[in-house]
């Protein structure tokens, strides 16, 4: 068997989308260690993406690299790779990526649709159009779709109009390293690192990226508690955040006008021994989402045996199975009784 996978977010610093691609393969390696993988991408593999490259049967195939010919790797070059390479099936971890000329069949994972659901950044409304019109047309020429939770699946039968049976419900697994105990020596020198160590923290690891994560909304539940516990606690926000975005200069805003400077801790996106030091010794984690499709770091925080507050949007009341405070995720007054 010949499976090739769109591996693009390989290219790119560890986040959800890529965790799960990096484990797929993982694990085709292990349970079918027959099976020869092919990478597609249009870049060159992250470093931290090495370890998968020793099995002999893992092949890195990157072509369409600049940037006039990334816009058409999917539709343009990707059809004769997957000829060229005589693939058996195509598993499409990008929505948009669904080539319409193919010889062999496809499967189309979709983890949410939140830019439809919520809005996107599109800097005008053709742009916005154009997107929507791949995910469309993906969705629509996959044979199978897999998505990440009921919720999404329907979301995606709900707006692309695709039948429910066409969409597999395939449920997301926490990170492996995630169950290993890190060495007490090396949780406080990672603690030590972020002028952590000895502190009692919050912690939110959904990134500063998008309004969707709601960011500022915790700011404003943290200053609220420690005015009414009059506490000695900080607040840490992991994740990527691009210092342009509006959402991280006006959390930097609001940051200063609190006056909470040396009680918020932004780390930007760290390696994952150092995210579940933070997650295992944080008070609680809050996870603020105004929209999931699943939610990763809410197993994330599960498995780091940390207590959770998240918001009741969207696929998490249905992850968090009942073991989580839920709450609607603009309402700061329950957000500080919860912390409290």
């Not at 769109?6 to 079918?32: E, M, Q």
């Not at 047309?137 to 979301?155: C, F, G, N, P």
């Not at 492996?176 to 990672?190: A, G, H, L, R, T």
Request: with cysteine; aromatic share 12%; hydrophobic share 40%.
């Amino acid at each position: 068997m010949r499976i090739g996978i769109d591996a693009r977010i390989l290219a790119h610093p560890k986040c959800g989308i890529s965790s799960y691609v990096y484990n797929l393969v993982k694990n085709y390696l292990t349970l079918r260690p027959s099976y020869d993988i092919f990478l597609f991408s249009d870049n060159q593999f992250y470093p931290d993406n090495e370890p998968l490259f020793v099995s002999p049967h893992l092949h890195k195939v990157i072509f369409a690299s600049s940037k006039k010919e990334k816009k058409k790797w999917a539709q343009k070059f990707l059809p004769h790779k997957l000829k060229e390479y005589n693939i058996d099936i195509y598993h499409a971890t990008w929505n948009e990526a669904v080539p319409a000329k193919r010889r062999c069949p496809c499967v189309l994972t979709i983890h949410d649709l939140a830019p439809w659901i919520l809005g996107g950044h599109f800097k005008n409304k053709r742009k916005e159009l154009r997107y929507k019109l791949r995910h469309f047309l993906s969705a629509h020429r996959a044979d199978i779709i897999i998505t990440v939770s009921y919720k999404s699946r329907e979301d995606i039968s709900r707006i692309c109009w695709v039948n429910k049976n066409k969409i597999k419900v395939v449920y997301l697994g926490v990170d492996e390293d995630f169950k290993q105990k890190v060495d007490e020596n090396i949780q406080d020198s990672i603690l030590e690192r972020y002028n952590l160590k000895d502190k009692h923290y919050f912690i939110d690891t959904l990134g500063i990226d998008h309004p969707r994560r709601n960011s500022r909304f915790v700011l404003e539940g943290f200053y609220e508690f420690l005015k009414k516990n009059n506490k000695d606690y900080y607040l840490v926000y992991t994740g990527n955040f691009y210092k342009e975005s509006k959402e991280y200069v006006n959390l930097i805003k609001r940051i200063s006008e609190l006056n909470l400077k040396e009680r918020v801790v932004i780390t930007g996106w760290i390696p994952t021994q150092d995210l579940i030091v933070l997650l295992s010794n944080a008070v609680i984690s809050i996870i603020p989402s105004l929209y999931e499709g699943f939610c990763l770091p809410l197993l994330e925080s599960f498995a780091c045996g940390v207590p959770v507050i998240a918001s009741n949007r969207g696929s998490i009341p249905e992850v968090a199975g009942g073991s989580a405070v839920l709450l609607e995720p603009y309402d700061v007054r329950g957000l500080v009784e919860s912390m409290s």
